[in-house]
């Protein structure tokens, strides 16, 4: 059973910089890692993703630019690398793992572990 722990969420001003981190435990079997957040009353929405397979980074279109997305295939770990954050960007933000196809990178069936997530809050 693979087990994702994040850290690194908090409370910030906007403009100012965060950096999540993700380990994941108990299973070698995955094929990428991702990032998605849940603002209040909306939906779990993709943020970024690094496939370990195939060597590629994806990005969701509203924080390309701001949001990097790093990580160790050899430690399980991946994190985010968040700029410039806007009051706009509060919500829990989730790690996944799994092992995602090309049509699933970008979606939460492409990824069969989640993490308990972590805040993070941006005030104005």
């Known amino acids: 059973q693979v087990r994702l722990v994040e850290s690194g969420g908090g409370l910030v001003q906007a403009g100012a910089s965060l950096r999540l981190s993700c380990a994941a435990s108990?299973?070698?079997?995955?094929?990428?890692m991702a990032w998605f957040r849940q603002a209040p009353g909306k939906e779990r929405e993709f943020l970024a993703s690094?496939?370990?397979?195939?060597?590629?980074?994806h990005y969701a279109t509203s924080v390309k630019g701001r949001f990097f997305i790093s990580g160790d295939k050899a430690k399980s770990t991946v994190d985010l690398q968040m700029d410039n954050l806007k009051p706009e960007d509060t919500a829990v933000y989730y790690c996944a793992a799994g092992r995602p196809i090309l049509s699933t990178v970008t979606t939460m069936r492409g990824y069969s572990h989640w993490g308990q997530g972590t805040h993070v809050t941006v005030s104005s």
């Open positions: 690094r496939r370990w397979s195939v060597g590629t980074t």
């Open positions: 108990g299973s070698t079997e995955i094929g990428a």
